[in-house]
C-alpha cells in the first residue's frame, strides 16, 4: 500500500492528485505544517528533510515531487500518466516537471513565504517578477492546447497546484492576466474528485 504525506495546498497535493488519476491503492497522511508536525521526530524519521510530499512504498521513502510523480505514472501504465521510458516524450515531460520544480515554485515560494534575510519589499517583488516570468512562458506554451505535453500527464497536475496558488498570500492580484492558464485550470479541476479534493484541502486550511 502506498502511504502519501501531504501537506494541504503544498505543492505535495500533485502527488495526491496523481495517486486518484492512478487508480493505485494508497492512504494519505495529512502533515499539517501549520502546527509544525513536519518538524516532529515521527516524521523526520520518515523524511529526515522535514518537507513534503513523502511516498512510503513497500520499497522504502521517495522524496521530491519530480520522483513521486514519475513513480506513480509508472506503476499505472494503463492511465498513461506519462510517455514510456527512453521516449523523447519522456524527457520532454521530465523537462516540465523539472522546471516547475526549479523555476515556477521556487519562485513562488520566495514570493509567498521568503526565507528570514529576503522578507522585504525589494527581495519579493523581485521573486513575483520570476514568478510571472515562468507563468507567461507557460502561458505562451498554453495557446491552443489543453495540455504541456501532447496528452494529459501529471506534468498537469503539477501544473495545476501552482496555478492554484495564484491566489496565495502575496501573490493575489500582482500576477499579469493569464486567460490560457484560467483555462487549463477550469479543464483539469473538472476532472472527476480534484475539485472535491481541492475543497477538502481549503477547509483543512482554515484551521490554520
Known amino acids: 500500500m502506498l502511504r502519501l504525506h501531504h501537506a494541504p495546498l503544498a505543492c505535495s497535493l500533485a502527488s495526491r492528485f496523481a495517486l486518484a488519476e492512478s487508480g493505485l491503492p494508497h492512504e494519505v497522511a495529512f502533515v499539517r505544517t501549520w502546527r509544525d508536525e513536519h518538524k516532529t521526530d515521527a516524521y523526520r524519521r520518515i523524511n529526515p528533510r522535514g518537507k513534503v510530499p513523502a511516498l512510503e512504498t513497500d520499497h522504502g521513502v521517495i522524496t521530491e515531487s519530480t520522483a513521486i510523480l514519475p513513480f506513480i505514472a509508472d506503476l499505472a501504465p494503463d492511465k498513461a500518466l506519462l510517455p514510456p521510458a527512453g521516449t523523447f516524450e519522456r524527457a520532454q ?90 483555462r487549463f485550470q477550469q479543464i483539469h479541476l473538472a476532472r472527476p474528485g480534484l475539485a472535491a479534493m481541492v475543497g477538502e484541502e481549503m477547509k483543512l486550511r482554515s484551521e490554520a
Not at 515560494?109 to 527581495?123: L, R, S
Not at 495557446?143 to 506534468?155: E, I, K
Open 93 to 182: 515531460a521530465q523537462s516540465w516537471l523539472s522546471f516547475l520544480s526549479s523555476t515556477l515554485h521556487a519562485s513562488l515560494a520566495a514570493a509567498m513565504f521568503p526565507a528570514p534575510g529576503c522578507d522585504n519589499d525589494v527581495a519579493r517583488e523581485a521573486a513575483i517578477q520570476r514568478a510571472a516570468a515562468a507563468f507567461q512562458e507557460i502561458e505562451q506554451h498554453l495557446d491552443g492546447r489543453d495540455h504541456l505535453l501532447g496528452a494529459f500527464s501529471v506534468c498537469d497536475l503539477y501544473l495545476l497546484v501552482f496555478s492554484l496558488w495564484r491566489v496565495g498570500p502575496g501573490l493575489a492580484g500582482r500576477l499579469p492576466p493569464l486567460p490560457n492558464l484560467d
